[in-house]
């Protein structure tokens, strides 16, 4: 999982929960 990644799209980061 890239932390970094989630921060610059937390939209993805939702969708991933």
Do not use: D, T, V, Y
Not at 1 to 17: M, Y
Request: glycine residues 6%; proline residues 6%.
């Amino acid at each position: 999982r890239k932390n970094k990644g989630l921060l610059r799209i937390p939209i993805k980061h939702k969708q991933e929960k």
